[in-house]
């Protein structure tokens, strides 16, 4: 069967954030599936903040996407064609499969989905990266201990979303700071946060000392900037900052801001680690189920955000990141 496949490639590195001339959008025919190979057609695209990143050069955690190659993107495909013994025709499979509406694969990084246990998003989300990455920064870079108090940044995004609720269920106060009264409204009511910290009301760090008076114990910090250089203010003796993201500087055209104030981490005996998810890849089921029985007993809610508007839609979408614009986890649906 001849398909027409609809692709968005790089076409120029941006400055600041990506704008129409950076991208290029092709139309050909689908590839074939070849002999190991399976073909799929992407229905959830998943719209991640180090997508950013990855259009930059230079050395990385990944290499850069190439001028030309279609971008580099997570999704949820449905296998239409299977010549590879692992894969099934009409299985939900996820997989790095770009941004494009059919993609053909070996089944290198393709796991199946079974989407009676969840809805298909969910896997991009707290049952994919949104909730490994929660997981193991939290738990094994943070370590949180009951009664300490938890504070996490871009807190009603995926992450940041995921990361608040696990906190809880480990017995922490926890504090979110997000950007507007209706996103820490959603964080107290609706996923259960202690309290929230509106940074876009300004005074940040008169608002943290009240929500955290005896300071804080672990920062799960998704943004840096100027929101890292606040937390780092009040700090606890023997914090855990994680550094899971920085996404107010992905953008900037100059070098990224670092922390002024970095000497709060001596003078408070602190720590603050970076981290890959994919560098636990091997206790992933671990988690996958831990994550799973939490959203199974209610004590783990998974907000996705789904956008309409198909392919042709993807540059747009993904700058609703940027602006704040979403609410858990971002996906274009296709
Ligand atoms: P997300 O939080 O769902 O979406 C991004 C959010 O960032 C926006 O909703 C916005 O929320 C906030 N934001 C955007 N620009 C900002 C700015 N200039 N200043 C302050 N806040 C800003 O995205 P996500 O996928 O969950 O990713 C969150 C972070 O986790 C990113 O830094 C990402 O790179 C990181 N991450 C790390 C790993 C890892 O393995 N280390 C893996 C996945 C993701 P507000 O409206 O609240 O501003």
Redesign the pocket.
Known sequence: MTLTNAQWRLAARPSGLPKAADWQYTEEPAAEAGDGQIRVAVQYLSL???MRSWMNPGRSYVPPVGIGEVMRAGGIAEVIDSRHRGFEVGQTVFGTFGVQAYAVSDGTGVSVVDTALAPAPVYLNTLG??GL?AYF?LLEVGRPEAGQTVVV????????SITGQLAKIHGCRVVGI???AE?CRVLVEELGFDAAVD?KAGELRAQLREQAPDGIDVFFD??G?E?LEAVLSRLARGARIVL?????QYNTADAPRGPANYMQLLVNRASMTG????DYANRFPEATKALAGWLADGSLVSREHLLDGGIGAFPEALLK??A?E?T???ILAL
């Open positions: 991640d903040p180090a990266t949104g990455t920064g940044s871009a807190a009603a995004g995926s992450v940041g997000a950007g507007g996103k940074y998704n943004v900037g929101i899971s993201g920085a996404v107010s981290f890959v998810f994919t990141l940027f704040g979403n858990g986890k971002l």
